[in-house]
């Protein structure tokens, strides 16, 4: 036998060992996976020494994997993989707000503010009043939406990344009677995803770079609508064109604006500078 064909026995017995799941769309996704797994390692003549390298960096990305840091979502994110995830399964309707990453930083049981609140809540930054509307793409306001909100402050941290158990830059709400949003927040800023660990390495080997552009994540659900998982970026922030991650999408980025003192949009009187952001959220309708 020679050595193309003894390659292509071992991936066809690992193929068949799979013939017997009974799980059909597992049995799909395994033997795919064997496939192009094996067909990587053919192409690029996979060395021991690089497998074992491999193994090690996965080893890595699982050992510093904890309840605040998700690096194999990081790792996902890098390569493209959760953009691409999201592009395959992203509801293809004219008019609806784009979907991107989902990122490593959301937490379930962050605090409920009322419409209009402040979900910065100390965390450092520009004060930011946001707002817009909830809507479906036929134009109906939808009330009583749920939106999670969640940001890092103007030193790319989330609340998280900090060890003195804090909750800032990150609240939900309810939409009122007309679908809309607002509270205040403080102004996004671009930064670095977590580099300190096998991700990081792996984008220095690179000569790629960590930075994010700056952007404030939403997650939206209501009643008959599918969830929505968003970010809205800053126009003319110098990252767009290097994202990190490759979450932008040219239908998220918005222009911000910039006051000094005044009245704000809820009456109120903001001291020095702050800025503003508006941008409606339109949802597709979930299928029965």
């Not at 969640?150 to 941290?157: H, K, R």
């Not at 607002?182 to 300190?196: C, G, N, Q």
């Not at 503003?276 to 029965?288: M, N």
């Amino acid at each position: 036998m020679n050595p193309a064909d003894r390659e292509q026995a071992v991936t066809d017995e690992v193929v068949a060992s799979f013939a017997g799941t009974t799980d059909t769309r597992l049995r799909e996704v395994m033997q795919s996976l064997v496939r192009h797994l094996h067909a990587f390692a053919r192409d690029v003549r996979l060395s021991e020494q690089e497998w074992e390298a491999a193994i090690g960096f996965l080893t890595r990305a699982g050992h510093i994997t904890d309840e605040r840091r998700q690096e194999f979502i990081l790792l996902s994110d890098v390569l493209g993989l959760s953009m691409l995830t999201v592009a395959i399964n992203e509801p293809k309707v004219d008019g609806a707000t784009e979907a991107t990453v989902f990122g490593p930083f959301f937490v379930d049981d962050s605090p409920e503010i009322p419409l209009g609140g402040d979900i910065a809540r100390g965390a450092a930054g520009t004060p930011c009043f946001v707002s817009g509307q909830v809507r479906g793409t036929d134009g109906t306001a939808i009330p009583g939406a749920r939106v999670d909100v969640w940001e890092a402050d103007e030193d790319g941290f989330y609340d998280v990344q900090y060890t003195d158990d804090r909750s800032a830059g990150r609240g939900w709400l309810r939409t009122g009677e007309e679908g809309e949003y607002r509270f205040w927040s403080v102004l996004p800023a671009p930064y670095p995803i977590p580099h300190d660990g096998p991700v990081g390495d792996l984008l220095t080997a690179a000569g790629r770079g960590p930075m994010r552009p700056a952007h404030l994540h939403f997650k939206v659900t209501a009643a008959g609508y599918r969830t929505l998982i968003t970010h809205i970026f800053l126009a003319g922030d110098p990252y767009l064109e290097s994202d990190a991650v490759f979450g932008v999408k040219e239908g998220l980025v918005v222009e911000s604006g910039k006051h000094h003192g005044g009245t704000a949009p809820d009456g109120s009187r903001p001291e020095g500078e702050w800025a503003s952001l508006t941008f409606d959220l339109v949802l597709v309708t979930e299928p029965a």
